[in-house]
């Protein structure tokens, strides 16, 4: 499989910030400003790229894709990781938590930091057990900061799929997410929230049907995808 130009180094350098936070943070709990200062770096490029820090800057994104990927049995993930309702329950859920500890900190610098210490602990022990059965980085469709950035930027830099797409389901094969663009076709772009912009599914398209752009428009009414095709013996 082919991947964007530096990608892979982006995640590799990156992915020792998981262990550095989650291990060095119960140490010394000022570690967790490195999850702070990773939260704003993502809100304000997602502003610009969408969700292209999940796909290129994530520490875990990063640490799942290329730490975990080694013991994973990568099934195919469930259906209700990207279930829209589950989604919202994720985040409501670990958004709750995390308001409660930094109320509870009560302008603590020290406690604020070990607040976020503890999310990234709790984000990749679940993510951890999820990727060791199914697809490495199935928490990232589960994600609430995914959710998030496809809210505040639902338009930016969106997946394009373009008329000559073949539907040969290559790029589902390629997604960590399991995205299959070939499916929207008619529909013309992929959600927010289901692309991570790594641009996996663009460099291995065999027809070159794929591209990424803003969407400031109003996007195509969305039509109900086809059923699921058999991917071609060529590409399995």
């Known amino acids: 499989m082919k991947e964007a130009k530096n990608r892979k180094y982006w995640q590799i350098g990156l992915a020792p910030l998981v262990p550095l936070v989650v291990v060095g943070g119960y140490f010394w709990p000022y570690l967790g400003y490195i999850a702070i200062a990773m939260l704003a770096f993502m809100l304000t490029l997602s502003l610009f790229r969408g969700r292209y820090y999940c796909g290129w800057f994530c520490g875990m994104g990063g640490f799942f894709e290329r730490v975990l990927a080694l013991f994973s049995r990568k099934r195919k993930m469930l259906p209700v990781f990207k279930a829209k309702w589950f989604r919202w329950i994720v985040f409501v859920l ?44 199935s928490w990232c469709s589960i ?94």
């Open 94 to 137: 670990m958004m709750s938590l995390l308001a409660s500890r930094l109320i509870l900190a009560n302008g603590d610098p020290v406690k604020i930091g070990a607040a976020f210490v503890m999310m990234w602990t709790v984000s990749t022990g679940m993510a951890i057990a999820i990727g060791l059965f199914w697809k490495p980085r």
């Open 143 to 236: 994600c609430p900061m995914a959710l998030f950035q496809g809210l505040i930027a639902p338009r930016t830099y969106l997946l394009q799929v373009g008329e000559s797409c073949r539907e040969c389901g290559l790029c589902e094969k390629v997604c960590p997410i399991e995205t299959n663009p070939g499916r929207l076709k008619n529909v013309g772009v992929v959600k927010s929230t289901d692309c991570l912009r790594c641009g996996n599914c663009v460099v291995n398209c065999p027809v070159k049907a794929l591209s990424f752009a803003d969407s400031r428009q109003a996007p195509r009414k969305a039509v109900k995808p086809p059923p699921e095709k058999e991917i071609s013996p060529m590409f399995s």
